[in-house]
């Protein structure tokens, strides 16, 4: 029941990265300062924006699923921070590149928001831990939902006390970069921006639906008392 | 909430479980780093890290050993069925945790004065930035503990989890601590802006306790 609307989804979402990446690479002008390593940004940022989103969204859907008991919702929040996971780790790798063809560093301690998002990163790549260290399926969702809002009120407040840090060292390099943005180069990144989170909105849903249907045809299954083939222990939320 | 902390505070006094091993591994780790740093006396961001991190550790160990006792009697169904708000649990957890803290703190500062300072100037301050990251602490690890508890990986997973989760502790406390320990004397540059960060978390992450440990104990 998850499968609805999946195939358009894909196809804009395909539609979309195909025009992004044709405005990266056509449409938007060389960086006068960085040259053509700066086109990494349209892919840097917009991941980095989509993946703080999602860890937000994760805890906007632990609260629905703590206030509602509806475990649909955890499922929501756990692929939802899953995704994001994911995405995490490209943000980390791409942000590494570009920070050595810019910086010449591979890591740089005294930006903000590269610090401020490893941070972020490790403490949510700790909730597979959390969450399969639980046995119990019901206080497994119900402590993984807490885990998602302990997390999503932690992530601003890491931002800011890690910025505060470095704050007097360091002008903003992000926050003023971005308002000088000339249109071109805007539009680009929005596109690229708008494409990222149609990405991940599509995974998002895929991979819903492959959990439902796992979920339904274990049912199934134990509805035909056969014995379940090749399940593992650590399976992921079941979506009725 | 008065009677659950009074339980605790007595029970930790008896059975002496979590405190002295605390304060032990504190000043062992004081001597480790001595050597480890080959330095006989420390200053600014050296001392504060040396002292926040010794700290930090020790406090997981504590916090780690909260709901054993809880898990292992049966203390969790007794709560579910006494007729008390369920905040009152965490209330009075984080309070025992703070207290363990502050006698943490009570044996392991002076020590690590003893061992590395030059002069005693900067305690006073240094308590109250002490004391503002121990409250934070205090609502994240009880907030931790009471989940890895019921986990098959609880030894492992508070540590894990709460690391990440106390990085702005850390960086806050050790923005406060670094000044009043500089070689000239205590100087408060920004120590302010740092008990107000410190603030910040406490409140946060205090709400946050309040508002999910209802979830934590139903079953």
Do not use: C
């Not at chain 1, 475990?71 to 942000?95: E, Q, R």
């Not at chain 2, 989890?161 to 670094?178: F, K, Q, R, Y």
């Not at chain 2, 740092?194 to 978390?201: D, T």
Request: proline share 5%; net charge neutral; glycine share 8%.
């Amino acid at each position: 029941m998850y499968g609805k609307g999946l195939k358009p989804l894909s196809i804009a979402t395909v539609a979309a990265l195909a025009l992004s990446l044709s405005l990266v690479f056509f449409y938007a002008p060389l960086d006068a300062d960085q040259g053509f390593v700066q086109k990494i940004f349209y892919l840097h940022v917009p991941l980095a924006i989509v993946a703080l989103l999602g860890f937000v969204a994760g805890g906007v859907f632990a609260i629905a699923h703590l206030r509602s008991g509806d475990s649909k919702w955890d499922a929501y929040s756990y692929v939802s921070i899953h995704m994001s996971v994911i995405f995490g780790v490209a943000v980390l790798i791409t942000g590494a590149i570009w920070a050595k063809a810019s910086w010449g560093h591979w890591w740089v301690w005294d930006e903000p928001t590269l610090v401020s998002f490893l941070i972020v990163f490790l403490m949510y790549a700790t909730y597979y831990p959390f969450r399969y260290a639980i046995e119990d399926r019901d206080r497994q969702a119900r402590y993984a939902s807490v885990f998602a809002i302990t997390a999503g009120a932690f992530v601003p407040l890491n931002f800011m006390a890690v910025r505060m840090a470095e704050s007097l060292v360091h002008p903003r390099t992000f926050a003023t970069a971005e308002g000088g943005l000339p249109a071109e180069m805007m539009l680009t990144f929005l596109v690229s921006l708008g494409a990222t989170g149609l990405l991940w909105t599509t995974l998002v849903k895929f991979e819903l639906t492959a959990k439902s249907a796992s979920g339904q045809l274990k049912r199934l299954r134990r509805a035909l008392d056969a014995p379940p083939s090749g399940g593992s222990s650590r399976v992921a939320p079941e979506v009725s | 909430m008065i009677a659950i902390l009074a339980k605790d505070l007595r029970t930790e006094l008896r059975t002496l479980q979590s405190l002295p091993a605390m304060a032990l591994f504190a000043v062992t780790t004081f001597v480790i780093f001595r050597f480890g740093l080959d330095r006989t006396a420390l200053s600014g961001s050296l001392a504060a890290g040396v002292l926040w991190v010794t700290l930090l550790f020790a406090a997981i160990l504590g916090i780690n050993r909260l709901f054993v006792a809880e898990r292992e009697e049966g203390g969790f169904d007794a709560i579910r069925l006494a007729p008390i708000d369920r905040t009152a649990v965490f209330a009075a957890k984080a309070t025992a945790l703070l207290v363990y803290l502050l006698a943490l703190e009570l044996v392991a500062v002076p020590v690590f004065a003893i061992f590395f300072l030059d002069s005693a100037a900067a305690l006073p301050p240094l308590a109250l930035a002490l004391l503002l990251a121990d409250i934070g602490l205090a609502a994240t690890g009880t907030l931790i503990s009471s989940m890895a508890v019921n986990s098959r990986a609880r030894d492992l997973l508070t540590p894990l989890v709460l690391l990440p989760l106390a990085v702005p502790l850390s960086i806050a406390a050790t923005g406060a601590i670094e000044p009043l320990l500089g070689v000239g004397g205590p100087a408060y540059d920004r120590f302010g802006t740092w008990l107000a960060v410190l603030g910040l978390y406490d409140l946060i992450f205090l709400l946050v306790g309040y508002a999910v440990f209802d979830f934590l104990l139903e079953d």
